[in-house]
């Protein structure tokens, strides 16, 4: 039987779909397919380790909050916001239903592989949040990711052939570096599969 690891990546641009989204992921608005019975089993990410909703309930508008932060906190270092930028990703991680019901699934590895591979894909400063939804029918995480830079400008003078000096870097919003072509995305979901393989996982055929 096929397991699949399964990545997918959207792009938001405003404010105000963080806050839509960070209602979502902390069931503050009806998800009708959803259970509220088992909403206890969901967890969130707190840098360390997952914590179970039925230990410590998620704030309201936390996402909304933790992401006006983490852009405040670029523009202080000058960054700068250009009109229209992608200020986030927002990226599921999940695998086939059957993958989560075979005995002997190794559950708790590949929550803790969801943090480490997000970490090391989109760099452990630009997320901004994680949550596992174990209220649905298939277990997911949802990740909250800022897609930013550093990018190094370069001036010289082009009268002499002397070699341009290097700017200090500055932070920048860059979403196309990862996701920026259908190659990036076919790459990424490569990428997961293989980081996912120790648990029985592997990649869809490709351009299926």
Do not use: C
């Not at 938001?12 to 806050?19: D, E, P, R």
């Amino acid at each position: 039987m096929d397991r699949y690891a399964i990545i997918r990546v959207a792009k938001h641009s405003t404010l105000g779909t963080i806050a839509g989204i960070g209602h979502h992921l902390d069931r503050t608005r009806e998800t009708p397919n959803a259970d509220a019975q088992r909403a206890h089993l969901n967890r969130t990410w707190d840098g360390s380790q997952w914590v179970a909703w039925g230990d410590q309930p998620r704030e309201s508008g936390a996402h909304l909050q933790a992401m006006k932060a983490r852009l405040e906190d670029f523009q202080r270092r000058g960054g700068r916001i250009q009109a229209n930028a992608v200020i986030a990703l927002e990226v599921l991680l999940s695998a086939s239903p059957e993958a989560f019901r075979s005995p002997g699934f190794d559950f708790e590895g590949w929550l803790a592989a969801q943090a480490e591979y997000v970490a090391k894909r989109f760099g452990q400063r630009n997320v901004v949040s994680l949550v596992l939804h174990r209220d649905e029918e298939t277990p997911h995480v949802h990740a909250i990711v800022i897609p930013e830079i550093e990018r190094i400008e370069r001036r010289g003078n082009k009268k002499t052939t002397k070699p341009p000096k290097p700017k200090p870097p500055k932070p920048a919003l860059a979403a196309s570096q990862w996701v920026g072509s259908r190659a990036l995305l076919s790459e990424l979901q490569s990428d997961y599969a293989a980081a996912m393989s120790r648990f029985g996982l592997h990649r869809g055929k490709e351009r299926s």
